[in-house]
């Protein structure tokens, strides 16, 4: 936020000034102690020509305590960010001004700090790389250039110079480097003007030096006639947004308003590249967005309504595990720390660091949203979208809600937000108003009500419902507002050199097994201390097994005559094995569907596939270790059941591990809880009528059971552990009394192979999320 100036300028402090040219990326440099005037006259101190540039535009100055302040000559237009510049307004470096209508990017230091940075110390104005021949990226302070950001490795990139020239290396970053938006792997040998990113740090190797572009990692959003369509199922196609152009400059906080169905969320999800759109463009500090995924996927943070936190687990572990899988490997214990302490003082919920969500009392909902905005900011984004955030909360934790937005866009974030409460729409800088997918307002929010001639801001829908969409975008496009929000900011980057910049978007190779092998373990820690965190159902969980042993044991007592003695221990195995799919099949049938917002936003940041269903399957596999452990336990010292105990337990094992893989596929599969609820006796239910134990099974039935039933497998494989001479007896009718299908290598391939089968299901379940986001 800018501040109006009220002192006098008086400092002595020499600053160095640069403003770079937008469209040209020409940089004019001028150095002074109080006052520098620019104008497209030669007697200003610094000349500037464009469109709309008058020959004495504007003022810059010192003030008393040495910040710089802008103000316009004899009513000149300028707007700094975007607000109009009125009266005298602060200055920060990276702000963009537009002169008329010509744009630029100021930065500015004190000589004696550009003296330090051309000697090396420091990299806000470039290093030079003359008489070097290594350079050093980093977030160390003894990096050439360091980049004090999360984001950013310790040891991030190298640039070397070889016979020749100068080549780029990626230290193994978790984030990446990127020349001219590319993502590299291995070697690349840089070129003068080439564009280098270091996470969502831009810089420009002009030959001799390294020179900042975006040294804050402060993002502008262009977009330009944005457009998204979708087929329906009656097979037509059904335009959701329609030629949306506008501008979002670093540090604003955007408000997405409208009706129901106009397209908020749809435009949201297609600014941030979740469900990008089908034409148009949406640059991202001039970049192709989409082209360029993975240059940006780091940078965005993306608050959905649903929350996007685990409730049992303590907040600041929920978050350090947040960190973990965000931030580079290589940051400390120690940073992680402090950056989760950070954030949550920030969202105001330090002193409730130490419990979780749900205990000992809930938190409000709005703590539970800031909860949700926490676990984003944990990887310090720079740009920030909120997905009706603060649906569903009161006026005034609403107003709360929206100035702690605020207060992150003037941290230079670029914050964009959806939201149907209008009361504390004011908090937004720009409000950007949408109508049956059409632009039909984007300007200032104080403007909406005077622009539509209403009394309140929410008569506005009803105002929008009387004519057609068509109508308002076309009286929008034909306003000042258009031309000074739109129009002109647009105008910024229409010579865009980097528009079509490389659409490759190479994701390279290195660390990939390492990188996947910390995520399963940070994954799996988390789950543990989730399970851990409900340990009344843990302990149900593992005392059910116990609980059946023992009830078997009471009804089943052994007959002396064998063939009655063959059947009942042959039902005590089926019921074994049918206890052991039991328990693997409900461990697992929620575990993926109850944490499926969290596990959709980890998706689209970095999770990947195998390190998650490997994180729920080592835990699980551990629990129904200790059922099956225990059912068999029980009922071999209450019951007597002769045969090889090892087998069995193994049997049961494998069989309790197949129906942990169907579980999971289930919740892969659903979107609810009480859908894998429901869904589960229709899995376990058949594993009891196709087991073979109940019906003798031919034709069809048993076709599907040698197919698809693990406990068809499970039981004949138990069956093989009885002694010959039980399996060898026949009742009245000659008939075997305990049947024999395969051998207990076929029985345990085949719930290996259903096992495997449920796996592969479940993967694409959860792959099939992805883009039903
Ligand atoms: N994949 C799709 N196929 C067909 N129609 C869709 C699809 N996605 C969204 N829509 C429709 O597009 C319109 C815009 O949806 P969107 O969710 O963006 O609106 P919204 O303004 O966020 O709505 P709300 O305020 O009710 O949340 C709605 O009518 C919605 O039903």
């Not at 937008?22 to 150095?31: D, F, L, P, Y």
């Not at 600014?271 to 970049?287: C, F, K, Q, V």
């Not at 820690?525 to 116990?546: T, V």
């Amino acid at each position: 936020m800018n501040n109006a100036y009220i002192g006098r300028t008086v400092s002595e402090t020499p600053f160095q000034l640069e403003l770079l040219a937008a469209k040209t990326r020409q940089a004019i440099v001028c150095e002074f102690s109080k006052e520098c005037r620019l104008g497209s006259d030669t007697g200003n101190d610094v000349q500037i020509t464009g469109d709309g540039v008058l020959p004495r535009h504007a003022k810059i100055f010192v003030s008393e305590d040495s910040a710089l302040f802008i103000a316009a000559i004899d009513d000149a237009p300028i707007t700094v960010n975007g607000a109009l510049a009125d009266k005298p307004l602060m200055l920060n470096n990276g702000d963009w001004l537009l002169f008329g209508s010509t744009p630029f990017q100021i930065k500015f230091q004190s000589s004696q700090a550009a003296d330090d940075v051309l000697s090396g110390d420091d990299t806000s104005a470039g290093v030079t790389l003359t008489g070097k021949s290594v350079l050093t990226i980093g977030r160390l302070p003894q990096c050439d250039i360091t980049i004090p950001s999360p984001l950013v490795s310790r040891e991030h990139a190298k640039l070397t110079r070889e016979s020749t020239g100068w080549v780029i290396e990626d230290c193994g970053s978790t984030n990446g480097t990127f020349v001219n938006a590319v993502r590299i792997s291995g070697k690349q040998p840089v070129l003068a003007n080439d564009w280098l990113s270091f996470a969502a740090f831009d810089y420009r190797f002009d030959g001799n030096a390294i020179i900042p572009s975006n040294q804050d990692g402060q993002v502008k959003i262009e977009v330009y006639r944005l457009t998204k369509e979708v087929k329906e199922s009656s097979g037509q196609t059904k335009r959701l947004l329609d030629s949306l152009s506008f501008a979002i400059h670093p540090g604003e906080f955007v408000g997405i308003f409208g009706t129901s169905g106009s397209g908020k969320s749809t435009l949201l999800d297609a600014l941030n590249g979740r469900r990008p759109a089908t034409s148009g463009d949406i640059l991202y500090n001039e970049i192709d967005l989409y082209g360029a995924f993975d240059l940006f996927r780091a940078a965005i943070g993306y608050v959905p309504q649903q929350d996007i936190v685990h409730r049992k687990i303590v907040m600041q572990h929920a978050l350090k595990f947040t960190a973990k899988l965000r931030l580079p490997p290589d940051t400390s214990d120690f940073e992680m720390d402090e950056n989760v302490l950070k954030v949550l003082e920030k969202v105001g919920l330090a002193e409730k660091a130490g419990l979780a969500v749900d205990t000992p009392t809930p938190l409000s909902g709005g703590q539970l949203k800031r909860v949700s905005l926490a676990v984003e900011l944990v990887a310090n984004p720079n740009v920030l979208f909120l997905d009706e955030v603060t649906s569903g909360l009161d006026a005034g934790t609403d107003k709360k809600m929206m100035q702690l937005f605020r207060s992150l866009a003037e941290d230079k974030k670029t914050v964009v937000c959806v939201t149907h409460t209008l009361e504390n729409i004011d908090t937004c800088h720009l409000v950007l108003l949408l109508h049956q997918g059409r632009l039909v307002f984007y300007g200032p929010p104080q403007a909406v009500i005077g622009y539509f001639g209403i009394d309140r801001l929410s008569d506005v829908y009803e105002l929008l419902e009387s004519r057609s969409a068509s109508y308002w975008a076309d009286k929008y496009r034909a306003s000042n507002f258009h031309d000074t929000y739109v129009e002109k900011r647009l105008k910024l980057s229409e010579q865009r050199d980097n528009k079509d910049v490389l659409k490759s978007n190479t994701r390279p190779t290195n660390n990939k097994w390492l990188q996947s092998w910390r995520q399963t373990k940070t994954l799996m820690s988390r789950y543990c201390e989730l399970i851990l965190s409900d340990r009344k159902n843990l302990l149900i969980l593992i005392l059910q097994a116990p609980l059946i042993a023992l009830i078997v044991s009471l009804v089943f007592e052994m007959d002396d005559q064998i063939a009655l003695r063959a059947a009942k221990q042959s039902q005590i195995l089926f019921i074994m094995v049918l206890s052991a799919i039991w328990f693997g099949c409900l461990n697992s049938a929620r575990e993926l569907v109850k944490e499926l917002p969290i596990y959709i936003r980890e998706r689209s940041v970095n999770l990947g596939l195998g390190p998650y269903i490997v994180s729920k399957l080592i835990p699980l596999s551990l629990l129904c270790f200790v059922q099956c452990f225990l059912l068999l336990g029980v009922i071999a010292l209450s019951i007597s059941v002769p045969g090889d105990l090892i087998q069995r337990f193994l049997i049961l094992f494998a069989s309790g591990m197949a129906a942990t893989t169907m579980g999971l596929c289930v919740s892969a599969f659903v979107n609810s809880n009480d859908k894998a609820v429901a869904t589960v006796p229709i899995l376990l239910i058949p594993q009891v009528i196709l087991s073979g134990a109940v019906v003798n099974l031919e034709g069809a039935g048993l076709w599907i059971a040698k197919t698809t039933m693990i406990s068809y497998w499970s039981f004949d494989a138990m069956k093989l552990t009885l002694g010959e001479e039980i399996r060898a007896v026949k009742d009245f009718t000659g008939t075997t009394v305990v049947s024999i299908a395969g051998s207990t290598g076929s029985d345990l391939a085949a719930i290996a192979g259903l096992g495997l089968f449920f796996l592969i299901a479940t993967a694409i379940g959860l792959k099939l999320k992805d883009t039903k986001k």
